[in-house]
């Protein structure tokens, strides 16, 4: 009902561009689908932008038309949310997607996780890409940090800030 409340209160200035951070913490998931669709509702009604700040990658692929993957301050891919999430091109986002719970995980003894290598003080990752001392295909141009790339997949631009992105084949 919080989160209700603070919907409206929101809305009341009638925002071109509602900022929605975290909007489902604390809810179990149909709660969470629940507000996302009364967000979704209240903000196309108005006219209004939505950018979600989320944790939840399910989430963002089921509510958003566009998804920015973070790791470390940095955007390391950003693309489709639907697209990004049927083909990740940097290591970060296919650990993430992987380490979802799903039921084909429901006999596994343990669920897939990300590398547990020690996350770097932001100055010492600053010079290439943060996520590095993690990756499986890190190699020595990772030290320095590449431009963003365009990944053309289904004519849709998929950027990724990579220098060793996966390549998935056309659809």
């Known amino acids: 009902m919080r989160q209700r409340v603070m919907l409206a209160l929101a809305m009341a200035s009638r925002p071109r561009v509602l900022i929605a951070d975290e909007p489902t913490s604390a809810l179990d998931a149909s709660l969470a689908r629940e507000m996302m669709r009364l967000i979704c509702d209240v903000v196309s009604e108005a006219g209004t932008a939505l950018l979600v700040v989320t944790h939840d990658i399910s989430l963002s692929r089921e509510f958003c038309d566009r998804m ?7 955007v390391v891919e950003e693309g489709r949310s639907t697209e990004l999430a049927a083909q990740p091109r940097h ?3 296919d650990a993430l997607l992987k380490s979802v719970p799903t039921l084909a995980h429901a006999a596994a003894w343990r669920l897939p996780t990300i590398s547990p290598a020690p996350v770097p003080h932001p ?19 990772c030290e320095t940090m590449p431009d963003t790339s365009v990944c ?12 060793h992105p996966a390549h998935h084949a056309a659809a």
């Not at 920015?68 to 940095?74: I, N, S």
């Not at 100055?123 to 141009?141: E, H, K, M, S």
């Open 123 to 141: 100055d010492i990752a600053a010079d290439g890409c943060p996520f590095r001392f993690r990756c499986a295909r890190r190699t020595a141009l």
């Open 91 to 93: 290591s970060y986002t």
């Open 68 to 74: 920015l993957v973070m790791y470390g301050g940095c």
């Open 152 to 163: 053309q997949s289904d004519g849709a631009d998929h950027l990724v800030r990579c220098w």
